[in-house]
């Protein structure tokens, strides 16, 4: 224990200043100040020309209620939804074939999953418009098997794969480290006892790996609708299909609504915090159960 | 391997999913072709236009300023920052403050910000997209940083302190160079993150100073020119080689730990 007291580098309370003083003030002034006054602007009547008007109203929040933002909403969802399936469905059998590999070619596997999420998210989703584009090679192929041109761009489904290839490696990695973790022997153990692989895999390791399923599945979800993704439906979408993150920037930037682009703000930082809380809940209860 | 014959269907599939359009992508940036979609033949030929194209150029030098810029700010008040937690509170509301903006949509941040730079009436420019950077790349400093102070042998600080050195001596002396790859690691990647970032730019920035994300976006929407992939292909081949380079780091700095 004493080895990990805490070492006073510099006095107690000058040394708080000195190190913490400058990153916490500059996050004060523009992280937090900024965070409230766009709270505050839920409950202020709309500027002409941006900004707000200091008069108190509860019109913005009922607004949300609107069929017409509902639909943006719903809309929203089922593309996270059918998004983050398909992540699990991909995911799952190459995170658990990751895991399996020899440690070199883990490593390498790995990097070869994280390395184009590095790359400019512009260009990762340019590249799915030369892909789906009519004249593109996706077409250029449907039409040499007689079967195209078929129009993939500039719908629900290319936004899928935008988002798809936006966020794949978000659901692979956490499914990775809980499947790298698990035990070999409880498989064996499986398997010495007459299991055939898919009863151990269904009672086995899927049960055992359900708590990376689960931040997967948290993580792609809530980066999908919420991280402010307006550039993947407005690009691969052709703008047909409007998701909160375009509701917000247009709120913001060409409506110039501030308050009700502010509620809708604070509603997605509400269901991400509602989610993560879920997560790590389950996580938890998950730690416990093993 | 063999025993899981029908999993390989979705790993190969992963794989291809994830590099199929950078393929493709490259193979269009060297199509002599005019129209992006047909093959015409091998050429360097877009590479030299990108080379003419003005606002390009400005945006590469507008991102490269808040880039270096926002990554210096992001180191020094991110370290100080991993120090300070590490070693002198152990409040968990602090902790949760320096990790706030690695965990909020991008987007928040974005309007947070573009409401207080009107407020407080800042005319935006490159030095407003600068903060705003600094603002999520001192989060990834911090955590890098105290990811290696977690790991980082005291006995050093509590010898030099012992031996009569001033908190600053043992500070500059000690601490800073054990942390040393941890603070590397953490400036690349704010550097990184710096260069891709557009949403927060894109709102931050004025019209006047695009970054050359804000730039390839315009061009993106306003249609598809082999330029784009010209562009496309050097940018994945920085990334590229920048994601290995700090991958090989890490494990050369672990090999001689």
Not at chain 2, 210 to 227: D, Q
Request: contains cysteine.
């Amino acid at each position: 224990m004493t080895a990990r007291q805490p070492v006073r580098v510099l006095g107690k309370a000058s040394g708080r200043l000195a190190t913490m003083g400058p990153g916490f003030g500059f996050l004060t002034v523009f992280l937090l100040v900024p965070l409230a006054l766009v709270l505050s602007y839920t409950v202020f009547r709309r500027g002409r020309f941006g900004g707000v008007v200091h008069e108190p109203t509860g019109e913005n929040f009922a607004r949300l209620a609107d069929p017409l933002y509902l639909e943006v909403v719903a809309g929203s969802v089922k593309l996270a939804a059918i998004t983050t399936l398909l992540a699990l469905l991909l995911g799952y059998p190459t995170a658990y074939l990751i895991a399996r590999l020899p440690a070199r070619w883990k490593v390498i596997a790995l990097v070869a999953v994280v390395l184009p999420f590095w790359t400019n998210f512009l260009i990762r989703t340019y590249a799915w418009i030369v892909l789906l584009n009519s004249e593109g090679p996706v077409n250029s192929g449907l039409k040499a098997l007689g079967l195209g041109p078929v129009e993939l761009l500039y719908t629900d489904g290319a936004i899928v794969a935008g988002l798809l290839y936006a966020y794949l490696p978000l659901m692979i990695l956490p499914l990775y480290s809980a499947v790298e973790r698990l035990d070999p022997e409880l498989r064996e153990a499986s398997a010495n006892l007459g299991a055939r692989p898919a009863r151990t895999f269904w009672s086995v390791t899927l049960p055992l790996s359900l708590p990376g399923v689960l931040t997967g599945c948290v993580f792609v979800f809530v980066f999908v609708p919420s991280l402010g993704n307006f550039v993947i439906p407005e690009l691969l979408g052709g703008g047909r299909r409007i998701m909160v993150g375009n509701l917000i920037r247009d709120q913001f930037l060409k409506a110039r609504d501030w308050p009700f682009g502010s509620v809708l703000a604070l509603a997605v930082v509400a269901v991400l915090v509602l989610l993560l809380f879920a997560q790590a809940w389950a996580a938890r209860r998950a730690g416990r159960g093993a | 391997m063999r025993r899981h014959g029908w999993l390989r269907l979705p790993f190969w599939l992963t794989y291809l999913f994830l590099y199929a359009p950078i393929v493709v992508l490259v193979m269009m940036s060297f199509n002599r072709n005019r129209s992006p979609y047909t093959w015409g033949g091998l050429s360097l030929d877009w590479y030299g236009r990108l080379a003419g194209n003005a606002s390009i150029r400005t945006g590469l030098v507008n991102t490269l300023i808040v880039a270096l810029g926002s990554t210096a700010l992001s180191t020094v008040l991110g370290t100080l920052l991993a120090v300070g937690l590490a070693r002198h509170t152990r409040s968990r509301l602090l902790d949760a403050l320096s990790t706030l903006p690695a965990i909020l949509p991008d987007l928040v941040i974005a309007i947070g910000l573009l409401a207080f730079y009107s407020a407080i009436k800042l005319t935006l420019g490159l030095h407003s997209v600068l903060i705003a950077h600094t603002v999520f790349g001192m989060a990834f400093v911090a955590a890098v940083v105290r990811a290696r102070l977690g790991g980082m042998d005291t006995s050093l600080e509590e010898a030099s302190r012992d031996l009569g050195a001033a908190p600053l001596t043992t500070f500059v002396r000690i601490t800073l160079p054990t942390l040393a790859p941890g603070i590397v690691a953490g400036a690349l990647l704010a550097f990184t993150l710096s260069l891709d970032e557009f949403v927060i730019a894109f709102f931050t920035a004025a019209p006047s100073e695009p970054t050359l994300p804000i730039v390839i976006y315009s061009m993106v929407r306003f249609g598809v020119t082999p330029e784009i992939n010209a562009l496309a292909t050097l940018l994945l081949a920085v990334s590229f080689t920048v994601v290995i380079v700090a991958q090989r780091l890490t494990r050369l700095t672990e090999a001689l730990k």
